[in-house]
C-alpha cells in the first residue's frame, strides 16, 4: 500500500486532528489536509494576536531579518554614518570603525536627532558626505520615492553605501507614523526604483520570510516563537521584508 492510499483511508476513517497527524507524519511539508480539515487553533481570530507588530512579545520577525542583513554586512559600516531616528544600529554594527555618528529624523523634537530634514526637501544635508547611511524601515513613509532617492545618492560619498530595508508583507503601523504609510515592496519595485538613480552593477536586493513567516508577522507573533530553521527559510512568493545594497560609484 502506497502513500496515497494510506492518505486515502485515513481521511475516510480517521478524525481530524488524527487525520492531520498521520499526514503530517506520512508526508511532512507535502502533506496538505483537505478542504475542512485545516486546524487554525490561535490564529483562527478576525484581529491580530499583537497589533504592534510583536514588540509586546519579543523580537519581532521584520527586525530579526533586519539585523541580520545588517550584521552581514556590517563592514559596510564605518567612517560618518547617516541613521533615521537614532543611531542603536551604528554603534551595534559599526563599532570602532565609526569616526562620526549622524542621526536624521523630520521634525523637531528627537534628543538624538543632529540633522533635521525630509528626505524630499534636503537641501541642508550635504552632499558627498557620508560614507553609510542605514534606512531601515522609512521609504514607505515617503510618497515621493524619486526625490528622495535622488536626496539618498547625493549625500552619500563616492564609494558610499546605502543599507536600506522596506516592508514587503505587514500590517501597517497605528502610531504616530500611521498616517505616512504609502507603500509596500517587493524584490522587482525596489531593484527598479533604485537602478532610475544606482547603477544597475551597484544595486544588490534581496528578500525574506515565508508563508509561515509571513503568517506570523501578520499576527504579530515574536521571533522567539519561531525556529531559527522556519525564519531562515526563504521563499520568494512570500516576501516579508526586502533589503536594498547600493553603492554610490567612485
Known amino acids: 500500500m502506497n502513500k496515497q492510499q494510506i ?8 478524525p481530524s486532528p488524527i487525520h492531520r497527524w498521520v499526514g503530517s507524519q ?13 486546524d487554525f487553533g490561535s ?4 484581529t491580530p494576536i499583537s497589533q504592534g507588530f510583536g514588540y509586546d512579545r519579543g523580537l519581532p520577525i521584520d ?17 560618518r554614518v547617516l541613521e533615521i531616528g537614532d543611531a542603536s544600529y ?24 543632529t540633522i533635521v530634514g525630509d528626505l524630499t526637501n534636503a537641501d541642508n544635508i550635504p552632499s558627498d558626505a557620508f560614507d553609510c547611511f542605514i534606512l531601515t524601515q522609512t521609504i514607505h513613509l515617503v510618497y515621493d520615492l524619486r ?5 539618498i545618492y547625493r549625500i552619500l560619498k563616492p564609494g558610499g553605501v546605502l543599507l536600506a530595508t522596506v516592508p514587503g508583507i505587514s500590517q501597517r503601523s497605528a502610531d504616530e507614523w500611521a498616517d505616512y504609510w504609502c507603500w509596500s515592496f517587493t ?29 506570523a508577522f501578520l ?7 519561531l525556529t531559527p530553521e522556519e525564519l531562515d527559510y526563504s521563499d520568494r512568493q512570500y516576501q516579508v521584508l526586502i533589503t536594498v545594497r547600493a553603492v554610490k560609484p567612485h
Not at 492518505?7 to 480517521?14: E, M, P, Y
Not at 490564529?43 to 478576525?46: A, E, G, K, P
Not at 551604528?90 to 528627537?110: C, K, P, Q
Open 43 to 46: 490564529l483562527r481570530r478576525l
Open 90 to 113: 551604528t554603534r551595534r554594527f559599526g563599532g570602532d570603525r565609526i569616526i562620526h555618528s549622524d542621526v536624521l529624523h523630520v521634525v523637531e523634537g528627537n534628543p538624538a536627532a
Open 219 to 225: 499576527h504579530g507573533v515574536a521571533t522567539a516563537e
Open 7 to 14: 492518505k486515502q483511508i485515513a481521511q475516510r476513517t480517521l
Open 147 to 151: 526625490t528622495a532617492l535622488q536626496t
Open 63 to 79: 527586525r530579526y531579518y533586519i539585523e541580520n542583513f545588517l550584521a552581514r554586512q556590517a563592514e559596510d559600516v564605518r567612517g
Open 187 to 215: 524584490t522587482l519595485s525596489m531593484q527598479r526604483l533604485f537602478e532610475e538613480v544606482f547603477p544597475k552593477t551597484s544595486v544588490e536586493v534581496e528578500s525574506f520570510g515565508n508563508v509561515l513567516a509571513a503568517i
Open 26 to 38: 506520512l508526508l511532512g511539508d507535502k502533506y496538505c489536509p483537505p478542504t475542512g480539515m485545516v
